[in-house]
């Protein structure tokens, strides 16, 4: 399994939401609506999820491991982190051939080229 691209869009909004990102896993699955959240200087990501009850809301989906969870945070922010650097709205990426045949647990951003 690997991230094959993603995509970091910035997002003005009153509250901690600084962007919303997308991951295309292996060119076969995509996740849509992955919220950055920047709150006391702390990045952090939120799966999907939907209203189920008033002030309650569930994960449409979500990583199943810790480790998947801290990859998909690592590349997202670090891509967000770069956006917010440039004077563009939306920045997408996508791995680099040299690195198809990496392990998942292994990517980093270099492993990717931006499109």
Known sequence: MLITSFYVKKVNCQNHLIGIANITIDNAIAIHDIKIINKNEKYFIAMPSRKVREDCFVDIVHPISSEVRDIFE???IVGMQVL???DLERLSFQIKE???KKDFYSLSLHD???V
Do not use: E, Q
């Open 74 to 76: 690592k590349l997202l």
């Open 84 to 86: 917010l650097d440039t």
């Open 98 to 100: 040299s690195s198809l």
């Open 112 to 114: 990717y080229a931006i």
